[in-house]
């Protein structure tokens, strides 16, 4: 069993950063991808920001330039830089991970951006 567990998410102004983090613990013997997803109220979940095997990473178009994701393959940690943050941000963040083909997602972690 793999477990995933946020932290970092909280309260800030517009403009301002957060750094998501996110550790994967259990059996883990091959990682193909993590990442970060985030639900907006009344909203569907989607991609936020990934890593595949190998370095590659994926970008919404809405946080290109803003947000930067990077991993530490020895702590099996997933990290999100969130800079320049705007209102349309606001929203529960989940980790997510591929392990030999099977999905894990964390519990999530809420990011507010208000005045």
């Known amino acids: 069993q793999v477990q995933l567990v946020e932290s970092g998410g909280g309260s800030v102004q517009p403009g301002g950063s957060l750094r998501l983090s996110c550790a994967a613990s259990g059996i883990i013997d091959s990682i193909d991808v993590m990442g970060w997803y985030r639900q907006a109220p009344g909203k569907e979940r989607v991609l936020v920001a990934r890593?595949?095997?190998?370095?590659?990473?994926d970008y919404a178009v809405s946080v290109k330039g803003r947000f930067t994701v990077s991993r530490d393959n020895a702590k099996n940690t997933v990290y999100l830089q969130m800079n320049s943050l705007k209102p349309e941000d606001t929203a529960v963040y989940y980790c997510?991970?591929?392990?030999?083909?099977?999905?894990?997602w964390g519990k999530g972690t809420l990011v507010t951006v208000s005045p």
């Open positions: 890593i595949i095997s190998g370095g590659y990473t």
């Open positions: 997510h991970t591929i392990i030999r083909a099977t999905p894990y």
